[in-house]
């Protein structure tokens, strides 16, 4: 039993996942779950308490038991002991000064994360402020390459997103040469596909890769169907360079997602074998605090934390990318555009330490108490924290899964106002096609007709 007493009253925490729990900003999912602070001085309670609790202490209580889930496995079979001894008995309150010292470099904090489990990086980030999320995020700057290297300092990428909502061939190519003209699509062409089938994903791989060696466009192709039909696809011959799949923080949601270690485990070997990048690092994942709540496979635990567990197993992989959606189910687990930028800075923060090249979708649903303005505030300040990549979405409504994101437009403006640019390989091609000079666009932005 933990308690605090403030102004007093004494508040009382049964387990290390109770302080978790309370500790965390609100969340409409966590208050759906019934595990979330009933006050802001219960939140002030935990988060007091948490900053007390040692590293040792929460390694030695996992959120969900080691012999009980499969994501906790990962976890902690992937941990570098040596580097965790080093730091058992620091507390939270000084992991987290730690993180935010100027003292600090780069490097260390990515020799420190190899000692973390999920659980205490979570719990880090409960206890930081957004500009304290934002300026830790700063100082971490993991890189990856499948056939473009995302990640290095200077750069903003964007996954092409030309859905359609009956995977029409010419609208998509339409949506992907769009796209193309505003330099989008250097960190991905990836469509989410209407018909889940092998026959369907295996034309729109074909269509993209075809598009893509015609033009000679260093970036990669995914559809984004379950895991299984992309490795069905690429077994029968269609051309996939980055293979996709949904992620969460509990086995049992996991399987829900009909997703494990062992299905992981083949895509990996399939797409070193037989996938047609460059790599090393060929998957990508997407995930996004509230899937586990929504599933009813949370086990008691709150969303940030298990959104942490979740790049925890994501990181076994080494993917190319990561993809944070947390706005996308609705307000029964993100209520509101407060609630959105704030998730959006937990899991940048979550997600780089963890030592993932990280993406951001600051995405709302139009039945959540959220706008464009809340989605261009967490684009801003995501960006400024050194998020890696974000969509690019025809007029940021993708019509196929009926959803807020950010467009072309917002992409281009996102990279002039912080002075980015796109990747390396893709600049050069932008420059050869006359769509960008000096990192600028050019007038040719958005003239389809250059593909003609």
Not at 45 to 65: C, D, G, H, Q, R
């Given at each position: 039993m933990f308690t605090c007493t403030l102004k007093n009253e004494t508040y009382q925490f049964r387990s290390i996942s109770d302080v978790l729990a309370k500790a965390g900003e609100e969340k409409s999912g966590d208050k759906m779950a019934g595990i979330a602070a009933r006050s802001s001085l219960?939140?002030?309670?935990?988060?007091?308490?948490?900053?007390?609790?040692?590293?040792?202490?929460?390694?030695?209580?996992?959120?969900?038991?080691?012999?009980?889930d499969e994501v906790t496995r990962i976890i902690y079979d992937d941990l570098n002991l040596f580097i965790y001894k080093d730091i058992a008995n620091w507390s939270v309150g000084e992991l987290r000064n730690y993180?935010?010292?100027?003292?600090?470099?780069t490097s260390d904090l990515f020799r420190i994360s190899r000692g973390l489990t999920s659980e205490m990086i979570s719990?880090?980030?409960?206890?930081?402020?957004?500009?304290?999320?934002?300026?830790?995020?700063?100082?971490?700057?993991?890189?990856?390459h499948c056939n473009t290297t995302i990640g290095e300092s200077g750069r903003l990428a964007f996954?092409?997103?030309p859905n359609h909502p009956i995977d029409n061939p010419e609208g998509i190519l339409a949506s992907m040469k769009e796209g193309l003209s505003y330099g989008s699509g250097d960190a991905v062409i990836g469509v989410n596909p209407n018909n889940d089938s092998i026959e369907s994903v295996s034309r729109i791989l074909h269509m993209t890769h075809d598009f893509i060696q015609k033009w000679d466009i260093p970036t990669q192709n995914c559809v984004l169907a379950h895991i299984t039909t992309q490795m069905h696809a690429l077994k029968k011959g269609a051309p996939i360079a980055l293979m996709f799949q949904s992620l969460a923080g509990t086995q049992a949601a996991n399987d829900d997602f009909g997703v494990s270690?062992?299905?992981?485990?083949?895509?990996?070997?399939?797409?070193?074998?037989?996938?047609?990048?460059?790599?090393p690092n060929q998957l990508y994942f997407e995930t996004g605090q509230g899937s586990e709540v929504s599933l009813d496979a949370h086990l008691g635990i709150d969303m940030q934390t298990l959104e942490a567990r979740t790049y925890g197993y994501a990181r076994h992989w080494k993917?190319?990318?990561?993809?944070?959606?947390?706005?996308?189910?609705?307000?029964?687990?993100?209520?509101?555009?407060?609630q959105v930028i704030r998730a959006d800075l937990e899991d940048l923060f979550m997600g780089k330490m963890h030592g993932l090249p990280m993406g951001i979708a600051p995405t709302y649903t139009n039945h959540m108490q959220a706008d464009q303005n809340d989605q261009e505030i967490a684009g801003m300040l995501t960006a400024l924290a050194g998020a890696n990549f974000y969509m690019g979405v025809p007029g940021g409504d993708d019509v196929m899964l009926s959803y807020q994101d950010t467009s072309y437009h917002d992409d281009a403006s996102l990279r002039e106002m912080l002075g980015l640019r796109p990747l390396r390989e893709f600049e050069?091609?932008?420059?050869?096609?006359?769509i960008m000079e000096n990192g600028k666009l050019t007038e040719r932005a958005g003239d389809l007709s250059i593909f003609k």
């Open positions: 219960e939140r002030m309670a935990a988060k007091v308490v948490l900053s007390e609790i040692t590293l040792k202490e929460i390694y030695e209580n996992p959120v969900i038991a080691y012999e009980k993180i935010l010292s100027h003292h600090t470099s719990a880090a980030a409960k206890l930081m402020s957004s500009i304290d999320l934002v300026m830790a995020s700063q100082k971490i700057r993991p890189t990856a996954r092409c997103q270690k062992e299905i992981l485990d083949e895509a990996f070997q399939l797409m070193a074998t037989q996938g047609t990048s460059t790599g993917p190319f990318m990561v993809n944070n959606v947390s706005g996308f189910i609705g307000p029964e687990t993100i209520y509101d555009g407060k050069i091609w932008l420059e050869k096609m006359g």
